[in-house]
């Protein structure tokens, strides 16, 4: 069964404090892996899409690398303002279906 | 900047009652999506929509469920006859074609109860 699970569940940081947050999967065929932001009562906010293993996407203090295996989102020293669930999703290989992950909730105090 | 839209932004109801939840998906998007998340617990996917049908629908996604493009705008989720159970957000999507298909776009959100 195709599966996607994301640790730790919860994060507590400092300002400037960097860290990263994971997310591993099991699939019979990765045709892509996306992490999305979600602020409490909102819809999910598309971060970056990764195809391949080795594959890297950057933006701001945010960077999102690719194995065969899992991917890590690192969070390069972080402001209050990127306190939000950092969400997981694959989509495998013949579908249009999207898997996602519990999420982390991250907390970065100031 | 462009969205997505949803309305209403709550909706409560009866058991039984049916429900339509509407959205309005960016104009050039072609590719429609419903997800549900219950509170406190991860999103899942119901529904993809490409070409005027389901291209995609999981097994949360059974008889009672229903969606619609009506109009070329809207893009429509209809509960039969809602249970308690499907109280939850409700979260609607597009992607446009080519290349960035799947970079979605998710609205507010409607969330659902069911009394």
């Known amino acids: 069964e195709d599966q996607v699970t994301q640790s730790p569940e919860a994060l507590r940081l400092q300002e400037g404090e960097s860290s990263s947050l994971n997310c591993s999967y099991t699939?019979?065929?990765?045709?892509?892996l996306f992490w999305y932001r979600q602020d409490p009562g909102k819809g999910p906010e598309f971060l970056f899409t990764?195809?391949?293993a080795g594959e890297e996407k950057e933006k701001e203090r945010l960077k999102a690398t690719l194995t065969k295996k899992e991917s890590f989102l690192h969070i390069t020293a972080p402001k209050p303002e990127d306190s939000a669930t950092y969400l997981c999703?694959?989509?495998?290989?013949?579908?249009?279906?999207?898997?996602f992950g519990t999420g982390t909730r991250l907390k970065v105090l100031a | 900047e462009p969205e997505v839209t949803q309305t209403p932004s709550h909706q409560v109801t009866q058991m039984g009652q049916e429900v339509i939840l509407r959205c309005v998906p960016i104009?050039?998007?072609?590719?429609f999506y419903w997800y549900r998340q219950i509170l406190g617990q991860k999103v899942e996917f119901l529904v993809s929509f490409y070409n005027n049908e389901i291209s995609e629908k999981s097994e949360i996604f059974d008889d009672q469920f229903s969606v619609e493009r009506p109009d070329g705008s809207n893009f429509t989720l209809k509960i039969r006859s809602t249970k308690l159970e499907d109280s939850a957000m409700y979260f609607c999507a597009s992607s446009e074609a080519g290349t960035n298909y799947n970079e979605q776009f998710f609205g507010p959100g409607t969330r659902l109860t069911v009394l």
């Open positions: 699939v019979s065929g990765l045709r892509g």
């Open positions: 104009s050039n998007h072609l590719y």
């Open positions: 999703a694959v989509r495998t290989s013949g579908t249009y279906k999207y898997i």
């Open positions: 990764l195809y391949s």
